[in-house]
Every structure is written in structure tokens, then in C-alpha cells.
């Protein structure tokens, strides 16, 4: 895949903002249980400091499921539910589904439109997206669903969201103004530069994957596996034996 073409339109940021100047993040992924995977560890640190997390979920996950238990035609709604009962855990009661088909996102104009839409609904200081990259060392990271929603959502940050001229429909017809991102905060990125001490949030994240039932219910070793590679990335950060980190690209996009 080529270079993201973000590194050319943001900036790495140097100072990243306190969270006491944060008063709301959306948080954007690809499927029900991205978010869980790559960032519920922050974000119940958020929560708990009182900034309010929107969920945007581009698709319902109706190509998920680890075996033929769960029949296609209830698997959407499943994972709706499950998605909603996992943000709980974590202090987020706002999920919002945009229903576009599991396995066949492409960062055409439509996701884009859409995800401008909430941008400008939600009106987020910061906004979590997965990353536009391939990620070699971590092939899960890189689902092709990931990193079409991933370059979509930079889009709609930069240009879409904040150019009253982009998709005048928002505007006119929904009365949705133009509104400008101060960051992006990347999940899955190759190439980290922020790292998340989740050493006390680690429960409520492990519960919050719990909650993907049809997604981690066979995955009796779930728990050793979160630790191992939230371990590896809070050794990367400095931050200590017996610590739990997660990872992050952070770019200024104000």
C-alpha cells in the first residue's frame, strides 16, 4: 500500500493536549470489538475523567464469528448488542452504527460523507480512527476493512468535516456545520509514538472483549494474550515491569 498519504496533510504532533482540555473523542472502527481491542483501555481512562466518548462503528461485523453457531441473519444485531453492552464497560453509552457490509469497505466518497456527518454531529476535540497503513508486524491490525476506514476517517477529518464547501448537503440540509478536529489518535499504526499506561483500566477492557461473545468466547487464553501484548508495548514505552500500554500514532490535525 502506498505511503499514508496523512503524513503529508497532518503533522506528528509534539505536545499533545491534556486530557483536562479534552471534552469529547469520537472513536471510530471498522467493526464492533475494534475499538475494544485497540483502545478501551484509554478510553475508560477518559471516561473516568469525565470526557464523554462517542463510538462510530462502520460496520454491523455480520461476516464475524469464530464457527456456524451463530446463524448469518442474527449475527448483525448480535454484534450490535454486543458492541453496546462492551462501550458500558468502559464508560461510553453513545454507539453509533453506519451498517455498511462486513469484508467490502472502501474509502469512497460515501464513508467519507458519513463520516463527516458525525464528525460534525459529535463535534469531537479528538478522534480515535485505525490506522491507513499495513502493519507487517501485526497482520489483524491491517484488515483491509481497518485501513479503508482508516484512510476515510482522515478525510473526513482533513478536508471534509471542517470545510463548509465539502458535502454542502450537511449544511443545508441537516444543518450541520463545519467543525475542525485538533487531533487523531491512530490504533494499529506501524509506527507508535504515544503509549497509554492501562495497567488499572486492564479489567473493564478484558471485560468489555467479554462482551463480544461471538468473537472471544473460545478464547479461553483472551486474558494471557491482552497482557502479553499490552506488556510488550508498555516495555517499548519505558514504563516498567508488570505495566500495560497501549499504542498510538498521534497527529496534530487543528
Not at 137 to 152: I, N, Q, T
Request: glycine residues 8%; aromatic residues 6%; contains cysteine.
Amino acid at each position: 500500500m502506498p505511503q499514508c498519504c496523512c503524513h503529508q496533510r497532518f503533522r506528528r504532533i509534539t505536545d499533545v493536549r491534556d486530557d483536562s482540555e479534552i471534552s469529547r473523542v469520537l472513536a471510530i472502527a471498522a467493526h464492533p470489538d475494534d475499538l475494544d481491542f485497540g483502545a478501551a483501555g484509554t478510553i475508560a481512562l477518559w471516561t473516568g475523567r469525565g470526557i464523554d466518548v462517542v463510538y462510530c462503528i462502520v460496520t454491523d461485523g455480520d461476516a464475524g464469528g469464530f464457527d456456524e453457531t451463530f446463524p448469518r441473519v442474527e449475527m448483525a444485531p448480535l454484534r450490535r448488542a454486543e458492541q453496546t453492552a462492551a462501550a458500558k464497560c468502559v464508560g461510553v453509552h453513545d454507539v453509533r452504527f453506519l451498517g455498511y457490509p462486513d469484508g467490502r469497505v472502501e474509502a469512497g466518497i460515501g464513508l467519507r460523507r458519513d463520516l463527516a456527518r458525525v464528525i460534525r454531529q459529535v463535534r469531537p476535540d479528538r478522534v480515535v480512527c485505525p490506522s491507513p497503513e499495513r502493519n507487517y508486524a501485526r497482520v489483524g491490525a491491517s484488515h483491509p476493512d481497518h485501513r479503508a476506514v482508516g484512510s476515510a476517517a482522515l478525510d473526513a477529518v482533513y478536508p471534509d468535516a471542517r470545510n463548509p464547501f465539502a458535502f454542502p448537503e450537511l449544511a443545508a440540509d441537516e444543518g450541520l456545520a463545519a467543525w475542525t478536529v485538533g487531533e487523531v489518535w491512530i490504533a494499529g499504526s506501524p509506527a507508535p509514538d504515544r503509549y497509554v499506561d492501562v495497567t488499572d483500566t486492564f479489567p473493564r477492557k478484558l471485560a468489555a472483549l467479554r462482551a463480544h461473545e461471538s468473537q472471544t468466547g473460545h478464547l479461553t487464553d483472551l486474558d494471557a494474550r491482552l497482557r502479553g501484548r499490552l506488556a510488550a508495548s508498555a516495555e517499548r514505552a519505558g514504563l516498567g515491569d508488570g505495566r500495560l500500554a497501549e499504542a498510538f500514532q498521534v497527529l496534530e490535525t487543528a
